[in-house]
């Protein structure tokens, strides 16, 4: 299981938009230019009082492959910025989210994925959020971790000035602990608040006070949450066979798959994911080959979750198809990126 002993918050999903339901339009939305990511994974961490992780760094290279594909708008290699534990430095994730801001226009899609811990900072009464990077020292954040605060201005900045849509994605502990109250996109008003609720799609892992889980159970090592939405970025969550999958699309099929999962029910676990924005804000276009896969996958752990539930385990238990994801990447000449 994924756990902080630190007060958990993640995140900029608990802003003003966290009361506002999902928006919903005649015809999808969806991004006619450019897409740009930055994608950030830590598992190992360089103070050892911070607790370790499994396989957040794994989530995120998982996700920078799926934005490589066909699925995830075959984005070039050099949109992608992919920060994983010791590159996942504090100067080298400002560095990045700079590049971020100022590398998108108008219509772009602009993602900002993180995997990892996040804590709030107890020095100050406001108890400001920050999501830890390779080398943040424990307890003392303030400009040596990713300031919330600082990434939700950015945000704002790149859906209201440049017009972009931005996707910010987090995997972490107790996500929502920031309230509405603090977030400063209350503040603006009429079309100002209108056009920031327009562009920006907002993903957690998880709501307040709830962990974030990873385990060997989920494709062979990963955190549920990422294992659920990139299976279904990747075509499971069309239910409606559109050959696209939409903002309201991933919400109900992480409602589902979190509410019938097997080993979450087995372990009593209770994690829910927040999904809030444009619900049909087109996010990927279904792509076969990848989607046969995800159903392989999520077949195979299914098979593999029951039979542990009603301890069978062993007894015709196909293998993870989690090994037949980085072939059919290999295939399709889609490499991993390294960070040099």
Known sequence: MRYFFFFFLSC????????????TRELPA???GNTYALIIGVSKYMDPEI??????????????QFLLSKAGGSVPKENIRLLTDSAATTAAVYDAVYWLKNSCSKDDNVYFYFSGHGDLENITMYNNGFLIC?????????????????????????SFEKQANVILITDACHSGKLTGKKFKGNFLAGEQLRKIRDKEIRITSSSAEELS???????GGRGVFSYYLVNGLQGL????????????DIKHFLDSSFKNDAV???ENIKQTPAVLGNGNFVLTKVDTELLVFAKKMVTDDHIRQR???VETAGENIPASAEEYFFELMKRKALKLLRIH
């Open 12 to 23: 900029f999903i608990s802003c003003s938009l966290a009361a506002q339901p999902l928006i």
């Open 30 to 32: 969806t991004g006619n």
């Open 51 to 64: 607790p370790q992780l499994q396989f957040a760094n794994r989530d995120a290279e998982i996700f920078a």
């Open 134 to 158: 390779y080398d943040s020292p424990p307890f003392n954040y303030v400009r040596l971790a990713l300031s919330i605060d600082y990434l939700n201005d950015i945000a704002n900045t790149l």
């Open 213 to 219: 889980n990873e385990k060997e159970d989920w494709g």
């Open 237 to 248: 969550a069309d239910k409606k066979n559109t050959g696209l999958v939409t903002v309201a």
């Open 264 to 266: 979450l029910k087995r």
């Open 307 to 309: 039979a542990l539930t």
